[in-house]
């Protein structure tokens, strides 16, 4: 039994170190998406701009499109803005915003500040999309392809590396 109470230590602490150093080599940005091939979940939500016209997952067929997570508490937001205003001006994306959990007010006058670069903003004041969504945060970023089928998502911030790697070669892949 004094043997045991020696080696109990080291018992529990080898485990644990395989165990994180194994964690050393994940990606954050590739979170796991449980709708990867599955369709945009339905849902029934206010416009940003015009909170009196209803959006819905049919707004969301038709063309192959990014849907961005955003909202103006983001500050990884405020540094991926300007390039979603490229994307959708430089190279013709389409963008749907989802504002995630935000005042209306201030997320008017962020796009008005800064340049509006969504097609759509859909406004999900209490996050239920978002959590349909399986969204961890802002910004999270979705490839839609022209049926609304979810094909990619990428979790942080969108750079040149990212649209150049990652999203311009998925969206190049899909209808």
Known sequence: ????????PLLVFI??????????????????????????????????????????????VGEKMLVNVWATWCPSCMVEHPWLVKLARDYGVKIVGLNYKDERQAALGWLQRYENPFALSVYDVDGKLGL???????PETFVVDSAG??????????????????????LQEID
């Not at 994940?26 to 709708?35: R, V, Y």
């Not at 590396?161 to 311009?168: D, H």
């Open 15 to 60: 485990p644990l170190a395989i165990l994180l150093i194994r964690a050393l080599d994940l990606d954050p940005s590739e979170l796991p998406s449980a709708l990867l091939d599955k369709p945009m979940p339905g849902f029934e939500l206010p416009s940003l701009q015009e909170p009196e016209r209803m959006l819905r997952r049919e707004d969301l």
């Open 1 to 8: 039994m004094g043997r045991l109470k020696l080696f109990l």
């Open 149 to 170: 089928i979810i094909r990619f998502k990428h979790v942080g911030v969108i750079d040149d590396k990212v649209w150049q790697e990652v999203l311009q070669p998925v």
């Open 132 to 138: 349909d969504m399986g969204v961890y945060g802002a």
